[in-house]
């Protein structure tokens, strides 16, 4: 599907072009004030980066209509989909995997940037990558169970399954919702208490594969109850 490729794949990438873009962003800053990275670094306090990290590239992997369009995108061939005999949670486990595949291979590339831009973040890198890929799981069942439960099947053209379709809108608030969330709780962590960087990682790994747990039973319950009703 051609619209699902121009919207879907471009916005995976888009961690990367972020962290590329703030990396240029600082050498600019950087030439015209006539300090070093190492300098700037040294200003900074490294507790810091990861979660700023990790709340840049959950932002842009947000962005990313997969999964909160992956059963609007069937169609008429919905019915065909529930005629196949493969068991729902097949399908539904396909799309899971195929759509946050997409957005973890962004936040992967985006990680691996900053680790060979700033060898001095690979450590930061890596971390955030975990969280982010951990939110982006939890963020990706909410999505996918929510177009199972109200899926937009009667479009004419592509664009309306994907760029007409508030499923996709719905899908980007809800995840904002729960970063901003977990902002405010990083907010206490870290800038108030002061928590050094591995105890946070470890909080907010706990807390997000928790949640990973929770939404993927969701997401399997919904799918049970109302993908061969759509």
């Not at 840049?56 to 008429?76: C, D, F, H, I, Q």
Request: include cysteine.
């Amino acid at each position: 599907m051609p619209s699902y490729a121009t919207n879907s794949f471009p916005t995976a990438f888009m961690p990367v072009f972020m962290v590329v873009m703030m990396y240029l962003v600082f050498i600019r800053s950087m030439n015209n004030e006539g300090g070093t990275m190492t300098e700037l670094l040294s200003q900074i306090n490294m507790d810091w980066l990861l979660p700023i990290l990790f709340a840049v590239m959950a932002y842009m992997a947000g962005l990313n209509p997969a999964l909160s369009t992956a059963v609007s995108r069937e169609g008429k061939g919905h019915d065909f989909m529930n005629a196949l005999p493969v068991s729902t949670k097949t399908i539904i486990l396909s799309k899971l995997t195929v759509g946050y595949a997409l957005s973890v291979a962004g936040v992967l590339l985006a990680a691996v940037a900053m680790a060979i831009i700033l060898p001095q973040a690979a450590l930061h890198a890596a971390l955030a990558f975990v969280l982010c890929a951990l939110y982006t799981y939890a963020t990706s069942c909410l999505c996918l169970a929510r177009d199972i439960k109200h899926p937009k099947l009667d479009w004419v053209t592509e664009q309306e399954a994907i760029k007409q379709n508030f499923g996709a809108a719905i899908g980007m608030f809800l995840g904002w919702a729960i970063l901003i969330a977990l902002g405010v709780l990083t907010y206490f962590l870290v800038f108030r208490w002061e928590i050094a960087m591995i105890p946070y990682f470890l909080i907010m790994a706990a807390l997000l594969a928790g949640c990973c747990v929770f939404t993927h039973w969701r997401l399997m319950k919904t799918a049970e109850k109302y993908y061969c009703q759509g």
